[in-house]
């Protein structure tokens, strides 16, 4: 506990409770944990433990009633807690904060609200994938085609549901990090007191286990000064954004009248004053928009830990309004597009039309692929598509409109069957490796996805 | 202005009250000049525009009042401000948007709002400056000399006057920053509509004098999707904070009880509950850690206008939050590296000891300078010195110590007048070029000092 | 000048000779002028002076014939080119570092470098703001329709000149801040020594001018650890980035089969090997992934710099690889979009059909405005027309062609020219406030661009 | 394969043979797994991948021989290898690249190249490890004392074996980080073709096992468009040179003339041609230097991958260079520290003079805890405390020579033991809680991380 200085512009850079005020749940588990834990080693008698509890939970209710006295001058969540408990309580809440100073106190406090917004985004990450699972499930059973695109440009039909499941493995690696963050973070810094480690006879493990950590830290000093829990977990969410704008941006492309390939609805556009049928995907551009503000959240805060001398400095104080920001953000943004995709209504017909398009010549390269697959060289059979490519495109006419005779003029491998491997159903069809949009494969990857997604929720 | 759907994620991603407004001054400033413009043009007659100015005067009172019904239904601060009037003056007050679009207005609001701060932070820094200049002025009347640091290591004796000057220098650079991204962002964008530019006979270069901005912009559509204002003005403030992280540093190193340079005053440090001297220097790193905030700001408003196309794109609702975070962040910054300064306690016997001390022989440098004035080439000087200072460490002398027969024993070129040369106040005095730290330099650079800051404040 | 340790792992981070080497023109001229000056003030012989700088022209002769021997145990560009002065000419080569410590002239190597690169990077952002023009004025001689977005979803019709003419604005203030930043960088800090200053009567102001810097630095200290220089160009290139990716991202969009709005030449697009119709935007989309990496740049140095005690530190010597890295990327990206805009084919007729589409009504704005100049209050106005719009669409109509009799049902203001207004000409037309699309704006606009660009280049 | 326009900026920015040969083994030894997969698979003749395999080999011995021709118009490796092939084996060298494209070997080669460089840099942070643990047991020998700091001021006395011990605990860490993102690198995307999936009868998960991938991909298109495992790497690497910045930067303060706790060898510093007893730490700065450099790589590859629609885009070509640089500066950051502690002579007098410098009241504390663990209030035992240090100071007194009777008068429960709990060896005794800083804690904990590193190594 420190006793600021004067200054109003020191007590304006210095007071923290206007937003870390949100960690009470955590303050006040925090400190049933650290009470429980010395009635268990004797350092506080029975009833004290109990006085101190029972005035715990009024301020509990105080808060939550809204009618607790939250004072500016008590500068912090912290102090403000264990103030209003000695005021409830009398005398005997002073002896709180025996074996504990605020150091370790903030930093577990801070884990704990980590560990469980964690467990919460990843839930949000569930319903996401979950909304990614059903629209793959109802394209897969209306066989939607659409083109996939390397540098913006049409290159080779896939099926709709095999785009979204690519979405769907990103989100899956994005759970793995985050449940590493989360482990990470719940390691329990209690007991290390201000650095050295306490002088009283205080059991970490057991204030671990109270408060549901994994394990207790090994080492004071890294106890107070370590916040590369936090860092990891706005990296993860970082990663998390970037997967995110991935699929909003292309909700915004899919929704404009070039593409037309989906209208969102209403409940997740905004509309024109004047143009009832315009739908403007604000909820999509502003995830876009707001990943750069988890990027610079993580970079703050790296920044802010960059060459520190340890143990605690008070630049640490920043971890809080990044990690806050951080975590809202993206729950956000995880909402707003899984309400999107739940009414994203898909233009199947237009998806089709791209896929098949004569400007495309999405089908060249099955010829070519046709080609090796009876022996020639692949960079010869790319030279000889190329130019048949070459003269359809002269001619104004697709590849199948050549005829079989100009087909097969091009090498003796060439058979009738050459014909059929140029429709869309029959390319889709030949991707049938491992990892391919084959109607077989993605129906095995998407009763593969349900059951790791509805094992993971 | 948009209608937003339903969906209760959208609702919060998209609602912008609680931030945007901080706006409202601008806002009204920018709809009285937009009115009174309209109504110079004859598009609105004198008794609307009379009716909508004290309409507006109302909106203002309330607001301060903080009687105005702020409604998060009305998204905000443009659209809670709108209906306000309309609710007072009736069905004309509608009239204010006439040759106006939310594009054009939202980006003046910004700007207005940009160009007022930058002012004032001009003054803050100007503030600081103040305080380094007189704490330098009086350095100089005590002569109080510290050695400089490179690689933290004791350098060479300079004045404490000439080491705040070097601060003051790159503050003077921040300023020219700040007024150079006020003139960028004092262009008015009143006129340019959604984005191609109105329909009404608006005249911006009014507008835009009006507002005291400095001109109107040129083009519509970069009118509204143009915010490289507000990066440029994250950029200056990133630099500055490099230069107040610079600043903060060498106080928390001062004031460390190694170095014992300086004492923090009571006033802007804080102390322990229970070592009455301790006083930690919290205020100082607070300006240290935020630095990496507003260097996150800056990276989060780079991302969120990255490779968007022309004209407006939702992404752009991210300038606000990051803008005024980052201005709030310099003017604290300044504010407490102010007060840190003006309650600032230097300890000139701690510095004079640390710049004469044995183990630095800060003073080699100044025998080889010796020896290469008087023709010897400088390598070989600097070699001849080496020896010597080697031999001196061995005997656990100071270069003094060794006598004037083993200095002149160097080199022909050694006079008598070598001793005098290897006292502190000799190696101040030597360095008389411009730039240098010598006594009647640095009194030169504190009157020009002086001279400019009182101009430009 | 140090004399770095053995490990080799502190070698192999400390040596810069494979980088620095680029600065070998600003070394030799920065020893050039620093001799010159000795000379000038009597502290080297005339004959000295000769002798040096006939030396320093056969270093210069050797490194531009390649025969220069780079040894990597000089670490770096100075040393290298100061030994083999040595070795060309005799001690005397020793006399060149009279007066002048390894710490300003690297500083002054630096700044002469990036005040340079900027000036030679102001002629590309010049060469590219001439192409634009070029292709605005075509565009503008066929009067090119195209719809501006907003949110990617169309918005109104704009002249293809006026949309091209907005990305030049953007560039224009990219000028102006290149310039801020040479100007800035244009201070030199030759004669500060160490930091302390120069022992030796060296005249700064001098050297500055012989340099072609526009003044010395003002203080040893600052002149030896400012980099905030190296930092407002990063920003600046960042910024310039910023708006080289949104072109970037508009000729990606454009050159899309979904778009179809221009299509790119051969000679900077990438083939497929078996698809000759098509053409990847590589050279744009690796502008656009290019962008971070400058980002990242500013970053890099940002950090480098936060909290840094003066004076020097070997952190600074991270300056180097960021600067040379950003100017290179920003110096190529302004090449291929040069390129890119000289081979670039629009399609006239695209474009006007996605400003005309039935789906767009594009021009309901339009109708709203002659409401609103006829009297009707804005909101009415609005509300009005959306009415209409959702009718015909249900009908699967134009506006204009409900008829005049349903046109004139909205208000009596309505009269029968109402008709005019919904073409998109006559939209165009009226958008002729300064800053507007209307084709009389836009032909001085031009005129006006045209001036400024030849006179600023 | 692309073929490349041939505007010269173009060329410049499209080629990358100049980092990406870097890749050659990664691209050999995917090749040979391929080929060997594809024989297996009875795509190829057991002849042809024979054929192939020795044409490999033959290309890995020019490679290393110096002798291969490598080609900047074959713009990258993979291509550059390609040709080389068919050039040493003919026709059927073009058979290599049947049922694979650039896009999926581009990632198989790039995922192969960090999971070999993390399984490296694990070894490098396990060296660094081994020397603090080494430094660590060495300190603990000699029961070396210093003040921990918090707020860089003197806190309470701990054992240098702890505090070294601090640094190991967060490496342990940043292995785990290593780790994860190595096992989420090692799925391998061969298999995917350009991203449909491969129309060939191609064996991903033989692939995966040949190239000792953990498993293949699940998604052709996440195959070929993912690049979160190099954004994983790059934070993990971000967070450990948060670690190493922390550790650099008291190596810096340390070895500071103000603090002098430690002396680093000449083989990892860099002396002054002057001062023969300077010592400047530019190992270590330049590792706190480098801090930012990969905090911009990060932003750079997060910035590069946002909002980029599936799957290829060519912006992701800037995945390599931020990849390499930042592995290469993490490992020669890890290289340098390791050195730096091996030759590190710590000075235990200056450090103890720290611990129980009168200034300080280290120890304070103790008596406060003191007279808590008796009963008394922790808040009321701080302010007695507080009161008796202020007598303390204005006496210029230690605690302990107030004498017992004053620390008596402060409370009954004050004891005669309390003097002994005043000495620095009493105060690390009594922090005998798990974490602290007790001699019998330090000794197990030393004991526990020997046995942990000595396994994960």
């Keep these: 506990m420190g006793i600021p200085g004067k200054d109003p512009a020191l007590s304006a850079i210095h007071v923290s409770i206007d937003f870390d005020r949100r960690l009470w749940r955590e303050d006040l588990d925090g400190s049933r944990a650290h009470v429980r834990m010395l009635g268990e080693?004797?350092?506080?008698?029975?009833?004290?433990?109990?006085?101190?509890?029972?005035g715990l939970d009024r301020v509990a209710a105080e808060i939550e009633?809204?009618?607790?006295?939250?004072?500016?001058?008590?500068?912090?969540?912290?102090?403000?807690?264990?103030?209003?408990?000695?005021?409830?309580?009398?005398p005997v809440g002073g002896k709180l904060h025996t074996g504990r100073s605020r150091n370790d106190q903030v930093a577990t406090d801070l884990r704990l609200w980590t560990v469980r917004?964690?467990?919460?985004?990843?839930?949000?990450?569930?319903?996401?994938?979950?909304?990614?699972?059903?629209?793959?499930?109802?394209?897969?059973?209306?066989?939607t085609v659409l083109p996939f695109y390397t540098h913006l440009q049409r290159a080779q039909p896939v099926l709709l549901a095999h785009h979204l499941l690519a979405h769907l493995e990103a989100l899956g690696r994005d759970r793995e990090r985050l449940a590493a963050a989360r482990e990470r973070a719940a390691e329990c810094p209690l007991g290390a007191g201000a650095g050295a480690g306490s002088g009283f006879p205080v059991d970490p493990a057991r204030s671990a286990e109270l408060l549901g950590f994994r394990?207790?830290?090994?080492?004071?000093?890294?106890?107070?000064?370590?916040?590369?829990?936090?860092?990891?977990?706005?990296?993860?969410?970082?990663?998390?954004?970037?997967?995110?704008?991935?699929?909003?941006?292309?909700?915004?492309?899919?929704?404009?009248?070039?593409?037309?390939?989906?209208?969102?609805?209403?409940?997740v556009t905004t509309g024109s004053s004047i143009m009832p049928q315009k739908r403007n995907p604000d909820g999509a551009e502003l995830v876009r928009g707001k990943t750069g503000r988890v990027f610079g959240a993580l970079q703050a805060l790296l920044v802010a830990n960059k060459?520190?001398?340890?143990?605690?400095?008070?630049?640490?104080?920043?971890?809080?309004?990044?990690?806050?920001?951080?975590?809202?953000?993206?729950?956000?943004?995880?909402?707003?597009?899984?309400?999107?995709?739940r009414e994203a209504h898909f233009h199947d017909e237009r998806m089709r039309e791209a896929a098949e398009a004569r400007a495309g010549y999405a089908n060249a390269t099955e010829l070519a692929d046709y080609l090796a697959?009876?022996?020639?060289?692949?960079?010869?059979?790319?030279?000889?598509?190329?130019?048949l490519v070459e003269q359809a495109r002269a001619e104004g006419k697709r590849l199948q409109d050549l005829g079989l005779e100009r087909l097969r003029a091009i090498s003796p491998v060439v058979d009738d069957d050459v014909l059929a491997c140029l429709e869309t159903e029959a390319a889709l069809a030949r991707r049938a490796a491992p990892m391919?949009?084959?109607?077989?494969?993605?129906?095995?990857?998407?009763?593969?996805?349900?059951a790791r997604w509805s094992d993971g929720d």
């Excluded at 080693?41 to 029972?54: D, H």
């Excluded at 699929?247 to 929704?255: K, N, P, R």
Aim: charged share 25%; hydrophobic share 50%; aromatic share 6%.
């Design 373 to 387: 697959a009876r022996g020639m060289p692949f960079r010869e059979a790319h030279a000889a598509v190329r130019a």
């Design 215 to 267: 394990r207790a830290c090994r080492n004071s000093l890294d106890a107070v000064s370590a916040r590369d829990f936090a860092l990891e977990t706005l990296a993860a969410l970082s990663i998390l954004m970037v997967h995110l704008s991935r699929l909003a941006e292309e909700l915004i492309l899919w929704s404009s009248q070039e593409f037309g390939f989906v209208t969102l609805g209403d409940a």
């Design 41 to 54: 080693r004797g350092v506080l008698a029975p009833e004290e433990v109990q006085t101190i509890l029972a």
């Design 117 to 143: 917004r964690l467990a919460e985004l990843d839930r949000e990450v569930a319903a996401l994938g979950t909304q990614l699972l059903a629209q793959a499930h109802a394209a897969f059973e209306r066989r």
């Design 436 to 450: 391919g949009t084959a109607p077989e494969r993605v129906r095995e990857a998407l009763a593969e996805a349900r």
């Design 307 to 341: 060459a520190l001398p340890l143990a605690y400095n008070k630049d640490l104080q920043e971890d809080k309004e990044a990690l806050f920001d951080a975590v809202d953000t993206a729950r956000l943004s995880l909402r707003v597009l899984t309400a999107s995709l």
């Design 65 to 90: 009633a809204g009618t607790f006295p939250w004072r500016e001058a008590y500068e912090d969540v912290h102090l403000n807690i264990e103030r209003r408990l000695t005021e409830l309580v009398g």
